[in-house]
């Protein structure tokens, strides 16, 4: 069970597993299987270093951000809440992670929804809530396990399709998919952006002064903004509270040195996604080939970032906006005040970045982005009270999808009890196998054709 569990919290080797599967499958030489391998778990591993770098240089800003404009109440993080789940359900989410990695790769097989969802920590979290809720509904063993991991591998296949008609237009083609929690803001957003902006106005067409030239270096702008973002922040918090933090440095020094660090880890994401897909590209097309035909590897969001570097900061700054607006109305509410979660809206704000620059250009981007710091806020403040009923007091996922599975099994569940869950399985089974008829009808109809055009060539 320990070793179910270790492998799949391992993305690294899950994606390596999948470039040397692969790569066997495509019949390279060993050298070739050998190199292509290393360098794509090197290159995951790159990419999750930065990411690592990112969240720990967002870890000083965030309860810096919070004493400086005197902000209280719950900060959205799926690491709290697998912490206490894996106490009280690790088997069951260990088991659903596993049958719920090969339901993915059923439903990719025979339906058209063909996403291969690689994002192991993302995973992880979805199993771990899934247990949770459907525990507390009344699920357990081996039932627990069937229920969960069904729905599991279809979020898996449906999330990435929800986002692909908008990730095409980034990557131009089908090769990736989106391999991150996020389809509702990613898709919602996507389309407000195209609704309201003007997508031949992008944000890396951002014309800049000649003696601002250096801000066309997206490491150079990076690096300045959150310079600007660490000092003001730094200097209105309280001076105990960042020397806590520094071990008594300079305040400026301190808050510069964060911002570079950001930078930095940002630098290292790109680079780590330029290797790993130059790698896991080509070897996912043996495996797919072979075992489940024309599928497209989902991965993590960072790997959308390098096609529009502008978008990736303005997004996160207008998802951070967002949220201050979407906390700022809570107390008028009867929902729980939610803190802006800096790490949640950087990652996903980028994403979204990226998603509305292609279909709104800047001014879809700016109110795309503005759409998911308020939606990554409210989510979050549905699903609070559920959370705590199901004993995870004080703390919620920040992720949208997350909290839209969970609002949605969770209260149907407490409306309907197992009746209600049933019934929504029993639509979404009926849904992929609609889906199944569909492929398989177009697979002999395709068929039919080239058989006819043989016939008439003979």
């Not at 080797?13 to 790569?23: K, S, T």
């Not at 009280?88 to 929804?113: C, D, H, P, Q, Y």
């Not at 809720?133 to 990435?160: H, Q, R, Y």
């Not at 399985?425 to 043989?454: M, V």
């Amino acid at each position: 069970m320990n070793f179910i569990y270790s492998f799949f919290n391992q993305p690294a080797v899950i994606i390596g597993l999948i470039a040397l599967i692969g790569l066997v499958a495509l019949k390279k030489p060993f050298s070739k299987i050998l190199t292509g391998t290393l360098k794509t778990i090197i290159g995951f591993l790159i990419l999750s270093e930065g990411g690592g770098i990112i969240s720990s240089a967002l870890d000083t800003l965030g309860p810096a951000f919070e004493n400086a404009f005197n902000i209280q109440g719950v900060i959205p993080a799926n690491e709290a809440v697998i912490g206490v789940a894996e106490n009280m359900l690790g088997k069951e989410m260990a088991l659903i992670m596993a049958f719920g990695f090969v339901f993915n790769i059923i439903i990719a097989r025979f339906t058209k929804l063909k996403y291969i969802f690689l994002s192991g920590h993302h995973v992880l979290f979805m199993s771990a809530l899934l247990a949770a809720v459907l525990g507390t509904i009344g699920f357990s063993g081996v039932e627990l396990v069937i229920v969960g991991s069904i729905f599991l591998g279809a979020v898996m296949a449906i999330s990435p399709a929800i986002v692909q008609p908008f990730y095409r237009k980034v990557t131009g083609n089908d090769d990736i998919a989106m391999g991150h929690f996020n389809a509702i803001t990613y898709s919602l957003s996507a389309i407000i952006s195209k609704i309201v902006g003007n997508k031949n106005k992008s944000t890396e067409d951002i014309k800049v002064p000649e003696q601002l030239s250096f801000f066309r270096d997206n490491t150079i702008s990076t690096a300045i903004v959150m310079m600007i973002i660490y000092v003001i922040t730094f200097l209105f918090a309280d001076a105990s509270v960042i020397n806590e933090m520094s071990g008594g440095d300079n305040i400026i020094i301190f808050a510069l040195m964060q911002s570079l660090k950001f930078t930095a880890g940002f630098v290292i994401v790109l680079q780590g996604v330029r290797m790993m897909l130059a790698e896991i590209v080509p070897a996912f097309k043996g495996i797919s080939d072979k075992l489940v035909p024309n599928a497209t590897p989902a991965l993590d969001v960072p790997v959308i970032f390098p096609f529009a570097p502008n978008a990736v900061l303005i997004g996160f700054l207008s998802s951070v906006v967002g949220a201050v607006i979407a906390f700022l109305i809570l107390p008028f509410t009867n929902l729980p005040v939610i803190i802006p979660g800096l790490i949640p809206l950087f990652f996903v704000g980028a994403g979204v970045g990226v998603l509305s620059n292609a279909t709104g250009g800047l001014r879809g981007t700016i109110i795309g982005g503005l759409f998911n710091g308020i939606m990554l806020i409210f989510l979050p403040a549905f699903l609070l009270p559920l959370m705590g009923d199901l004993g995870f007091a004080n703390s919620t996922f920040g992720d949208a999808d997350f909290a839209g599975v969970g609002i949605i099994i969770g209260y149907l569940g407490k409306l309907l009890g197992k009746t209600g869950i049933y019934t929504l399985l029993g639509i979404l089974i009926i849904y992929l196998l609609i889906s199944a008829f569909r492929l398989a009808t177009s697979n002999k109809d395709a068929q039919a054709t080239l058989q006819t055009r043989g016939e008439d060539n003979v």
